[in-house]
């Protein structure tokens, strides 16, 4: 079974203040995809990242940057110098490749980021 | 422009009504899914269909059914067996079938029951 945690339900920061949001997985299969998703006030799941298993280099995209260590197997993501439009849910997925493999994403449960001005 | 559209925004529904939510997406897109949202928590897969004529359960299709005659097109009906239907339902595609697709979604049908 598959398993994405992000534990920080909901986080709070100043604008310009950097804020890291937490995810943690767990699966079985060597071979997996994790993502990140954004989902603003309108409810729309905004695509954000794809990372596969074998890939563990940082990435960096404009204010945007993301953590992958396969060693606590975490894919963590960091906003640098939010601004209050980064305000929405954010959320870490993750698909397996092996079995029966359909692109099943497991979610996990979501961490409100408010950036007050 | 290409994308995926759901309709309606909102949609009521009454007891023992069967309701059907339109998802459709011109992407040329080989797979489809749907997915509900539950306040404060994650998505949760419903069906899913990797091309047409066919389509799979996911893990909470109890009171849900689904139909793919065509590529672009993917309804949900919540039936009258769904006792919570009040959610947020969101519909997504992948070009292929396969977990190294990114899915993309469209804005989603919040259903109210009256």
């Known amino acids: 079974a598959q398993k994405v945690t992000q534990a920080q339900t909901e986080i709070s920061v100043v604008e310009k203040e950097d804020v890291t949001l937490d995810c943690v997985y767990e699966t079985r299969d060597t071979t997996y995809y994790l993502f990140w998703y954004k989902q603003p006030p309108s409810g729309e799941l905004v695509f954000l990242i794809r990372r596969n298993s074998f890939d563990e280099q940082n990435e960096i995209s404009g204010r945007y940057s993301w953590n992958f260590q396969k060693s606590t197997s975490s894919f963590n993501f960091t906003i640098t110098a939010s601004q209050v439009v980064d305000s929405a849910v954010y959320f870490c997925a993750l698909t397996n490749a092996g079995g029966t493999s359909y692109g099943k994403l497991t979610f996990g449960q979501g961490t409100i980021l408010t950036v007050h001005p | 422009d290409g994308g995926i559209t759901q309709s309606p925004k909102y949609l009521f529904r009454k007891e023992g009504q069967n309701v059907t939510l339109s998802c459709e997406q011109n992407?040329?897109?080989?797979?489809m899914y749907w997915y509900r949202q539950d306040p404060g928590q994650g998505l949760r897969l419903i069906y899913y269909s990797q091309i047409v004529n066919d389509f799979q359960k996911g893990d909470i299709a109890e009171g849900y059914s689904v139909s793919r005659e065509k590529k672009e097109s993917f309804p949900l009906t919540v039936t009258s067996a769904q006792k919570n239907p009040t959610a947020f339902y969101l519909c997504?595609?992948?070009?292929?079938?396969?977990?190294?697709?990114?899915?993309?979604f469209g804005p989603g049908t919040r259903l109210l029951v009256l």
């Open positions: 992407l040329n897109h080989d797979a």
């Open positions: 997504a595609s992948t070009r292929q079938r396969g977990a190294q697709e990114t899915q993309y």
